[in-house]
């Protein structure tokens, strides 16, 4: 099942789970994920499906940054969005003076009608894209996402709309500074009340979420003392292991030692990283199809393994990052373009998600 | 002291573990986890055919998990728990309680080797009982709990060392071996590789990750006794491919 689910909108074959869905939401904003763990949604619905669901209750969730571009805010602004759209209870740390104001910039969920003309879209767009042999599967991929839409397990969001007021007035959001704290005990208290709060929620799992935004970065009084940070890590890990909560933490590996960085990636029970690229790097263009659309690659290093000792292998590890409409976040696998000349050879057009971006020419 | 016989490549490469006062050393790196390995040791430990007890030290996950993985396997934990064959630390909560009250590093430490000991202790005054396996997981963290004293951790591995010859225990620990592939200065890890009879060493394929091999394995069995009293040390070299039930192994190229 998990490997079904791996499967981003990658147009190729894809089995249609539906195993997997009849046992869906008993409660809103949760699903049930293989071994026994509990699911959430990152409010990417493509992220969600590449990690096989989403991401597991009780899991640390590291993404890397890249250094010169903010990319990792797409990822903690859909993972808030979602988070306040399901009612679930949230804390947001980030080292700027403000971290209210970023609520600011959450996005708003798409109106259903919307979200049916979307899917149209992408099924035309697919139409162009995919290779004729396998135009007989887009149908059944397409209403696949069509059917996360209606369980609202997870939401598309419209970065253009902010988000709407009423989901603010929602009890629990915590918006913490780390800016001001001297240390991060304080934080980590504050983190652990929170949590014991969520949990103590009539008995009923709600699933919360942490956001913490920057970790490393070098305006925090604490930033040079690595053991701290990696110890506020630990135990924030292993407070969050024992609740119905995801975190969420966000780091820029560039500040910090590498072996300070390696120790924090082993601390994540899933790890992704996001990079930019290049706006004008002709050799790349060249070689990808729609890089005029990407923003970003982001690749996937490790997916959470609660209960198993199964490593998760996913078919291929970077995705692009697209904003399509320039509304919504979408990870495709990366198609290479067709070489020219190359006529009626359908591996160019079709065999291409390689898992690398500097796969040179084609050796057949 | 009857264990199972050898099934697989890494029993094989691993030898006769009855002899006492061994230490095992498993080193991963982030790409593929050794955990598998420990959870293989940990089940060989437990088995119905053996009369070891282990105590377990785990600083990377709950209880819940390891029972789970291992009811997969085989091996019921809950209840070799209850029958006191199975210890377990459990040091994601001890952990909390211990800083809360102000406790420095160095205590937490000394309160943890005090427990281990008197576990041990108990576990030998029963008759049955023949052979303790203590197991940590994993050694890194370990080292985050001492505030990045390397020093102590040290400190606290050579005394569970010198148990392996009181007592007859061996010792089990998981690192990670790229956290410390930077620095150059003597390290945590070359120490433990000195202390370890067995160096595990689980790596990626050097082309990627694949879907039917997870990845490559190196056991470098030391103080092998020949006849002649001298040691000798042995390295195999094969791949593997984690699966929820068992393991498989086999030679690089060998998998059908």
């Known amino acids: ?364 | 002291m009857a264990n199972a016989p050898p099934s697989n490549l890494l029993d094989e490469s691993l030898g006769d573990t009855s002899g006492v006062g061994r230490m095992i050393l498993v080193e991963d790196c982030v790409e593929t986890s050794g955990a598998f390995v420990v959870h293989h040791l940990l089940k060989r430990a437990l088995h119905p055919h053996s009369s070891d007890a282990v105590v377990f030290l785990s600083f990377s996950h709950p209880f819940s998990h390891y029972d789970r993985v291992l009811r997969k396997m085989g091996c019921n934990l809950s209840v070799q728990r209850d029958n006191k064959r199975l210890l377990f630390f459990d040091m994601l909560a001890l952990d909390h309680l211990d800083r809360d009250r102000g406790k420095t590093s160095e205590d937490i430490l000394i309160a943890l080797y005090g427990e281990v000991q008197k576990a041990v202790e108990v576990s030998r005054s029963y008759e049955t009982r023949h052979h303790i396996t203590v197991v940590i997981d994993d050694v890194s963290l370990m080292e985050v709990d001492a505030n990045g004293s390397s020093d102590l951790v040290l400190d606290f591995l050579r005394y569970c060392c010198s148990l392996t010859a009181q007592f007859g225990c061996s010792l089990i620990a998981l690192n990670h071996g790229d956290v410390y592939s930077i620095v150059d200065q003597p390290n945590l890890l070359l120490q433990l590789e000195y202390l370890a009879d067995i160096v595990i060493k689980i790596e990626p394929l050097a082309t990627g990750l694949a879907k039917d091999v997870h990845g490559q394995l190196t056991v470098t069995n030391r103080n092998l006794r020949v006849d002649s009293g001298k040691s000798r040390s042995r390295v195999h070299n094969f791949q593997f491919r984690i699966k929820d039930n068992s393991v498989e192994y086999f030679y690089p190229g060998s998998k059908t």
């Open chain 1, 1 to 364: 099942m998990v490997m079904a689910a791996n499967k981003p909108r990658s147009g190729s074959f894809s089995r249609n789970f539906g195993a997997a869905s009849s046992s869906v939401p008993s409660i809103p904003g949760l699903k049930h994920g293989p071994n026994g763990t509990m699911l959430l949604s990152s409010g990417i619905p493509d992220l969600d499906k590449i990690l096989g669901g989403g991401l597991a209750l009780g899991s640390l969730v590291m993404v890397m940054e890249d250094p010169e571009a903010p990319h990792h805010m797409l990822l903690l602004r859909n993972f808030m969005s979602q988070g306040l759209v399901h009612h679930q209870p949230l804390i947001y740390a980030s080292p700027a003076t403000d971290p209210r104001g970023f609520l600011g910039t959450l996005p708003n969920p798409m109106v259903s009608k919307d979200d049916k003309s979307r899917v149209h879209e992408t099924e035309q767009e697919k139409g162009l894209r995919i290779a004729w042999q396998y135009k007989k599967y887009i149908g059944e991929h397409s209403s696949e996402s069509h059917r996360d839409g209606k369980s609202e397990y997870c939401n598309d969001f419209d970065l253009r709309k902010p988000l709407e007021r009423h989901f603010f007035s929602w009890k629990q959001i915590d918006c913490v500074s780390l800016k001001e704290s001297a240390d991060l005990a304080a934080f980590h208290e504050r983190c652990s009340s929170f949590l014991s709060q969520a949990n103590q929620n009539n008995g009923n799992i709600t699933g919360g979420r942490i956001a913490i935004q920057s970790l490393c970065s070098p305006q925090c009084e604490y930033s040079n003392r690595e053991w701290e940070m990696l110890s506020f890590i630990r135990s924030l890990k292993s407070v969050v292991r024992l609740s119905n909560a995801v975190a969420v933490v966000t780091f820029s590996p560039s500040l910090v030692s590498t072996t300070f960085s390696i120790r924090l990636q082993h601390l994540a029970d899933t790890l992704v990283s996001v990079k930019a690229i290049p706006d004008e790097d002709k050799e790349l263009a060249k070689l990808l199809t729609g890089y005029k659309d990407m923003v970003g690659l982001l690749s996937v290093h490790k997916v959470a393994r609660f209960n198993t000792q199964v490593p998760t292998i996913l078919e291929t590890t970077t995705f692009s990052m697209k904003l399509q409409k320039r509304r919504s976040l979408v990870l495709e696998c990366i198609n290479q373009a067709p070489v020219d000349g190359a006529t009626g050879s359908s591996y160019a057009s079709s065999g291409s998600c390689s898992g690398s971006s500097k796969t040179g020419s084609f050796d057949f």
